[in-house]
Structures are given as C-alpha cells and as structure tokens.
C-alpha cells in the first residue's frame, strides 16, 4: 500500500495551501481518510476526516470554517483545503486511512488509533 502526502509548504499567515493524499495499493473508496498534524513538542491531532463515499466529513474545532477535506475517488486521492493559515497551523501533516475512521454515525476517534495505514508528511510552515 501506499498513501503519499503532497502540498505542503512555506506560506504567510492568511494564506491558503491545498494537500493531497494519493493512495494506492488497497481498495480506497471502502476507507475513511484522515488527516492528522504534529507540531514539534505537541501530541498529534486529528484534524479532519471524510468518510469512504465523501458523504460525511468531520474538522476539528480548531480549523472549522478554515479547513475543507474532499475526495475524488476515481483518483484514488484526498484533499485538504487550508485558508486563512495562521502559525498555530504549522506541522507536519499526515493522512491515515481506515475503513471505520469516521462515517454517517460520527467521527468517535478523531487521534485515530489504530488506523490501517499510515502516509508520510508533508510539512507545512506559516510564517507570521
């Protein structure tokens, strides 16, 4: 399997940057897909999920408003738009993929244990 996130970046805060997830190697649209972010000397975060049909989809408090997540599954590839960055964004950010992650019935585990497979980061830096 492979999941591969893309799009990061240097970008000043108020500014926008869009991440891909691109997978292969598994059937993608029978799984949920998260993406996750870790700042230096913090736990990671889940911040957003969207359920295998792209029904659903769930943020965190923080980027509610800011963050749009977004699938296309005939590319096997997940989306995060990120606008209006601020440097409290700033982290390496990681997509998971699981098949219960989140669905119609909720996102009930948004740190996301014991997720079936992990991605690289990409990291994404906001200069103030």
């Known amino acids: 399997f492979q999941l591969q996130a893309s799009g990061g970046g240097l970008v000043q805060a108020g500014g926008s940057l869009r991440l891909s997830c691109a997978a292969s190697?598994?059937?993608?649209?029978?799984?949920?897909i998260g993406w996750f972010r870790q700042a230096p000397g913090k736990e990671r975060e889940g911040v957003s999920c969207?359920?295998?049909?792209?029904?659903?989809?769930y943020y965190t408090d923080s980027v509610k408003g800011r963050f749009t997540i977004s699938r296309d599954n005939a590319k096997n590839t997940v989306f995060l738009q990120m606008n209006s960055l601020s440097p409290e964004d700033a982290a390496v950010y990681y997509c998971?993929?699981?098949?219960?992650?989140?669905?119609?019935?909720?996102?009930?585990?948004?740190?996301?244990?014991?997720?079936?497979?992990w991605g690289k980061g990409t990291q994404v830096t906001v200069s103030s």
């Open positions: 969207i359920s295998s049909g792209g029904g659903s989809t």
């Open positions: 190697g598994f059937t993608f649209d029978y799984y949920a």
């Open positions: 998971a993929a699981d098949p219960h992650y989140c669905s119609a019935y909720g996102w009930i585990n948004p740190q996301g244990y014991d997720m079936s497979y």
